[in-house]
Nanobody
Framework: VQLQASGGGFVQAGGSLRLSCATSGFTLKDYDVGWFRQAPGKEREGVGCISASSTSPYYADSVKGRFTISTDNAKNMVYLQMNNLEPEDTAVYYC?????????????????????WGKGTQVTVSS
């Protein structure tokens, strides 16, 4: 299993970014997927997750209505569209997957449960 996140950068508050996660070595549609972030001095948190057994994604309250997670199984890609970015969104963002499927909220609430992680991509939002 390999994951490679990209698309991070520096953006002003109110701006948008789309993160991409290229995956390989497994069948994406059979895995739970998620985007997580970790800011300096804070614990890693789940921001958006999709279960392999559910079409309804889960979002953390802090990003609900602004972030959208999606997958393209044909291209083996996972995306995170981030709109109306806030300085509080500044963090390193990671994509992760796991073969054991639960409901969409499960891994977002328990990041340590995810088995496979990509390297992070930095997102910096200026005020």
């Amino acid at each position: 299993v390999q994951l490679q996140a990209s698309g991070g950068g520096f953006v002003q508050a109110g701006g948008s970014l789309r993160l991409s996660c290229a995956t390989s070595g497994f069948t994406l549609k059979d895995y739970d997927v998620g985007w997580f972030r970790q800011a300096p001095g804070k614990e890693r948190e789940g921001v958006g997750c999709i279960s392999a057994s559910s079409t309804s994604p889960y979002y953390a309250d802090s990003v609900k209505g602004r972030f959208t997670i999606s997958t393209d199984n044909a291209k083996n890609m996972v995306y995170l569209q981030m709109n109306n970015l806030e300085p509080e969104d500044t963090a390193v963002y990671y994509c992760a997957v796991d073969a054991i499927s639960y409901d969409s909220s499960w891994y977002c609430k328990r990041p340590s449960g995810m088995d496979y992680w990509g390297k992070g991509t930095q997102v910096t939002v200026s005020s």
